[in-house]
């Protein structure tokens, strides 16, 4: 069961070859198998899970539901999940309990999808190796003495391991794609605003961005055709009409990509990429040439700017959200303090982690008297140079494609001790957040150490059916998304 | 680009996070080591570049002032750390 996608599950559950039950059953048989071993999950609850099974079987009984129903999908422990413990990888939320469903959760729900689980997180999404939960690191799949990259580096292993066919994630600079790369899934962060934020906490509000992880471009737009849409509760949640992502899958014929125009933009393949990873990307986009596409050079002049300019704007937007954690409302509160400031001050030390504080402290300089101008509106300055260029780039070529990532998963602990290290693992991925565009990364192939590789796939502002298309030809034509690492037997 | 002990007290008391003596120096290496990385988008020339707040041009939406919420207020409290007859406890602020 662990092995078939998505559509296959689905048609599956319809066919009554088994039950939402005993899928769920089998999913969670897994999780409790091998999560002492990757540290997927913070939170897996049997008794709630297999509630919404049955529900899902009854569903499925009435001929209701759709593709998602009676599917057990992992979720990254920052949507809040009415009665789930949602903590975000923090011990600031360690004991907190959602008392309502994020959107994305609804749509899941009416739609009939299982919780599987709640996946671990680098605290507050603001990692790039899942080394920074207060819930210990999470391992790759592929091996285990390697990060599956972070944010969403739960929500990657658990698909990877096939523990679940699916599960959501948050891409702020990157937190989807990088990891689906390190792990050999496929990721999708789609268009800012595409996908609701209500009750998905927020670490950077103009850069974060829920999305999907599962194993194949035709699964991620079954996921998205659940996650999509507008939401009146979410002031960036743009009002356009509900789409199927899954329209554009079907092309045949010999050159389904003809007429596709493929962008290779020359800043992303400089030295700063590993010769392992830039030959299966190049190698990738020959096999996309051999469909029908045609290669076009672009230039993204403002690329270098990008890491430094993520780091003022998310570091001060993360800042300000993350001072609604203060120990009065909810979350951790300290046992012993003098006074309120004291209380304020010691809650916030003692509930999160290093990383989350640095960044709140850059957030908090960047953003005060005397250094807002020449920090923080000269980033967004830059910022919209960087959009330019993909707009003018855009006028070349249908999608943009390259490297997710500068080298394949690195071993833990090697680049957690120096911060601007870590950040430079972004820099293929961090423009597109702050352009607000949609992106992806699918498996094209392994690089050193037998580790996955990814192909970044960057859109135009709501392409997301035109690239999951691009992807699923890709698809056709090779077997990459279809490898699973060892060791997660039957 | 570093920040002086005082710069990273003071920041840290407007950040009202707790930064012990023995934690400033750690705190001077790593956040001068993220600001140099900062430091490279600051000489760039973006004379009449407007600022770009986020990638769609949106207006706030408003909504009819209508009573659209139910009262949750026993639910949303039954996980904060200290209330009593429905109300949030802090310390006292006022003498």
Redesign the interface.
Known sequence: MHDLTLKQLSEALRAKKFSSEELTRAALARIHRFNGRLNAFITVDDQKSLAQARVADAMIGRGEGGPLTGIPVAHKDLFCAKGWRTTCGSKILG???A?YDAHVIEQFDRAGAVIAGKANMDEFAMGSSNENSFFGPVRNPWDASRVPGGSSGGSAAAVAARLVPAATGTDTGGSIRQPASFTGTCGLRP???AVSRFGMVAFA??LDQGGALARSAGDLALVMNVMGGFD?RD??S??RPKEDYTRELSRDGARPLDGVRIGMPMEYFTSDLAADVAAPVLAAIDEMKKLGATVVKVSLP?Q??A???Y??IASAEA?SNL?RF??????H?APD??????????S??QG?GAEA??R???G???L?HGYYD??Y?????????I?RDFSEAFRQCDVIAGPATPSVAFPLGEKSE???QM?LNDLYTISVNL???PGMSVPCGFGAHGMPVGLQLIGD?FSEAKMLGIAHQFQRASDWHARAPSGFGA | MS?SHD??LR??H??????REDEVAA?QQ??G??????????S?D?TG????????D?V??L?EDRVTEPD?RA????????VEAGL?L????LE
């Open positions: 004991n907190f309990v008392p268009t800012y605003g509000s103009s009146a002031s960036t743009v009002d403002n270098s700017l890491v430094p300019v780091y003022v800042s001072s203060d120990g009065v409302r909810y979350g509160r303090y003098t006074d309120l400031m004291d209380m304020y001050k010691k916030r030390a999160f504080k640095r709140i402290l850059i908090t300089y960047v005060s020449a920090y509106l000269q980033a967004q300055r830059v910022r919209r140079l959009a120096d911060p601007v950040y352009a607000g565009l502002y | 920040l710069e990273i920041i840290a407007l950040a009202r996070l707790e930064v705190l790593k956040l080591a993220i600001l140099g990385l900062i430091d490279r988008m600051r760039v973006t570049v407007e600022p770009m707040a986020h990638a769609q949106l706030q939406r909504r949750a639910l949303y409290q039954s996980i904060a750390p200290q949030y802090v310390p006292k602020v």
